[in-house]
């Protein structure tokens, strides 16, 4: 098998898991994965729980849509992220509820809206989690925004809208996306229980032990 047909087979496999999760509904989210010629990316109007190997839509390296079904409408955030951050290998998009929750509050905190409460968020996510302003979904202007972000941090979480992740390969920016999640979970479960964070020096040494 290539190693295109091999991600096709695994942005298949992870869509049906985090859909399964309950991480995307309906139509929602969006997949991408940086090839040696171009990228995959999702197709539009896909749901992620059903997608087709045969039908991702696979974009040349001047991002023009060469195959398979037309292309999610949030090519501009991929292309952001996976311009900005030569080390990324894809990125993934969900409107997973409780990350989009923290992007929907009125003052989410500055670049770090989400503690570091467990070791997993920060070796995935990092220290930086800029909130970005709202763009309505699709919209090209949002890619400059999400680009100087990008430069700075390995995930960001759109306004009112939802986060997006990326990692050094598919399996990374997933389960990245899964940290968060599931850290944006803890986080609202314990804002007001006086919860204990990492320390700084913890931190630091999590990042220098994992990058
Ligand atoms: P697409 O169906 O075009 O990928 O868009 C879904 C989505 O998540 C919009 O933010």
Same mark, same amino acid.
């Given at each position: 098998m290539s190693e295109e047909a091999r991600l096709r087979e695994a942005?298949?496999?992870h869509g049906r898991l985090l859909f399964g999760r309950?991480? %995307?509904?309906?139509?929602?989210?969006?997949?991408?994965?940086?090839?040696?010629?171009?990228?995959?990316?999702t197709p539009t109007n896909s749901c992620l729980g059903r997608l087709d190997?045969?039908?991702? %839509?696979?974009?040349?390296?001047?991002w023009r849509h060469v195959g398979g079904d037309r292309p999610s409408k949030e090519v501009?955030?991929?292309r952001a992220f996976l311009a900005a951050r030569p080390e990324a290998g894809a990125v993934v998009h969900l409107h997973s509820t409780h990350a989009t929750a923290i992007a929907c509050l009125a003052a989410p905190g500055g670049t770090a809206p989400i503690p570091p409460l467990t070791p997993y968020f920060v070796m995935r996510i990092?220290?930086?989690?800029?909130v970005l302003?709202?763009?309505?979904?699709?919209?090209?202007?949002?890619?400059?925004s999400i680009a100087e972000a990008a430069r700075a941090a390995r995930a960001v979480l759109?306004?009112?809208?939802?986060?997006?992740?990326s990692g050094p390969s598919l399996d990374d920016a997933v389960w990245a996306a899964e940290e968060l999640e599931e850290a944006a979970r803890l986080?609202?479960?314990?804002h007001d229980r006086g919860a204990r964070t990492l320390t700084a020096a913890q931190v630091d040494e999590l990042l220098h032990t994992f990058g």
């Open positions: 942005i298949c496999e309950g991480f %995307s509904v309906g139509s929602a989210g969006n997949i991408s994965v940086r090839l040696e010629d171009g990228v995959l990316i190997p045969a039908r991702i %839509s696979k974009l040349d390296a001047a501009f955030m991929h990092g220290r930086a989690l800029p302003p709202y763009y309505r979904p699709g919209d090209p202007a949002m890619e400059p759109l306004a009112n809208h939802g986060p997006v992740v986080a609202l479960l314990l």
